[in-house]
Nanobody
């Protein structure tokens, strides 16, 4: 079970990137998929999340510029970023919970993190 993030890169201010995160296994076993980021000298923060009730939430810093979506056919989570600014420079991580058998006969949600993809925005 894993999350594989990609799509980061270097752009100038005002540019755009699309980040992708492929989730392994069954699409139905994943819940609360989202994106977090960790900038230089900053704590990890929520960027966007698709909740189990299908609602979507965004961090204040990205609301109106970033869009989260999910392709159920390919089990891929996307983050469309627009009007990127230097303060958006960070390692972006995808995150989600996977329903699985923790111990024989005991099932529950396990949290997973992708490996991170670096976004660098220059002014």
């Amino acid at each position: 079970v894993q999350l594989q993030a990609s799509g980061g890169g270097s752009v100038q201010a005002g540019g755009s990137l699309r980040l992708s995160c492929v989730a392994s296994g069954s699409v139905h076993a994943w819940s609360d998929l989202g994106w977090f980021r960790e900038g230089p000298g900053k704590q990890r923060e929520l960027v966007a999340r698709m909740n189990s009730d299908n609602s979507v939430g965004y961090g204040d810093a990205v609301r109106g510029r970033f869009t989260i979506s999910r392709d159920l056919d390919t089990n891929t989570l996307y983050l469309e970023t627009k009007n990127l600014q230097p303060e958006d420079t960070a390692v972006y991580y995808c995150n989600g919970e996977h329903w699985e058998e923790k111990t024989p006969g005991s099932w529950g949600w396990i949290e997973y993190w992708g490996q991170g993809t670096l976004v660098t925005v220059s002014s």
